[in-house]
């Protein structure tokens, strides 16, 4: 089944924990992005990749980092986590960077930081 | 910055009835998509326009792209309280940036 899978779905941490979360994909898609959703704010785009080794910041990059050494895996990470973080994230992949393609959203992570 | 401006931002209607959803912005975007999202899951796309004053439909839906490829609006007839969602349009960019800018979204609820 074509999927983008996330891990973890839930996750409670404190200010200052490292974190990180997974997103893989399995239907060789070149772009993969990072999103936060926050009420009244809708999705924002947080970091993307057009290929492997190829990753761009998006609007709200400041306090995340990513990594795509692999195609099919886009993780991201928190390095020192904030309250201001907390939100509900969502990995998405498409075809191409061409624009236009189909993304498809992993089913989400929230996190709270405390 | 947000650059996609969604109205209305909530919509409460009967069954039966007919809503227009409006995506509006200042800049010109490549295309325009359209995400329907159900509570506990992520966006799901409904539809992509391309060239400026495209119409497409899908079933009841009818989703139109201005002109000048800075706007775009969903219509839906007849609503059905299947139909309820948070409804998301998300701009492509792809001169020098390959962002997506998504609105702030517009949540429906259809009474039966």
């Known amino acids: 089944e074509a999927q983008v899978t996330q891990n973890p779905r839930y996750l409670i941490t404190v200010t200052g924990k490292k974190l990180t979360v997974t997103c893989s994909q399995n239907?060789?898609?070149?772009?993969m992005s990072w999103y936060r959703q926050d009420p009244g704010l809708g999705l924002r785009q947080i970091y993307y990749?057009?290929?492997?080794?190829?990753?761009d910041k998006g609007d709200v990059p400041e306090g995340y980092k990513v990594s795509r050494k692999e195609k099919r895996n886009f993780p991201l990470i928190l390095e020192s986590p904030s309250p201001n973080q907390t939100s509900l994230y969502f990995c998405?992949?498409?075809?191409?960077?061409?624009?236009?393609?189909?993304?498809?959203f992993g089913p989400g992570t929230r996190l709270t930081v405390t | 910055t947000q650059l996609l401006e969604q109205s209305p931002q909530f919509l409460s209607i009967q069954e039966g009835e007919n809503l227009t959803v409006y995506c509006n912005s200042s800049?010109?975007?490549?295309?325009l998509q359209w995400y329907r999202q159900e509570p506990g899951e992520g966006p799901v796309l409904l539809v992509t326009?391309?060239?400026?004053?495209e119409v497409k439909k899908l079933k009841r839906l009818t989703f139109q792209f201005g002109d000048a490829r800075k706007d775009s609006s969903l219509h839906i007839t007849a609503a059905q309280p299947g139909d309820t969602g948070l409804y998301l349009c998300?701009?492509?960019?792809?001169?020098?940036?390959?962002?997506?800018?998504f609105g702030t979204g517009t949540r429906l609820k259809v009474l039966a």
């Open positions: 998405a992949s498409s075809l191409s960077w061409a624009g236009g393609y189909e993304q498809y």
């Open positions: 239907m060789n898609h070149e772009y």
């Open positions: 990749s057009m290929n492997v080794e190829v990753t």
């Open positions: 800049s010109v975007f490549s295309s």
């Open positions: 326009v391309v060239t400026g004053g």
């Open positions: 998300a701009g492509v960019r792809t001169s020098g940036t390959y962002k997506y800018i």
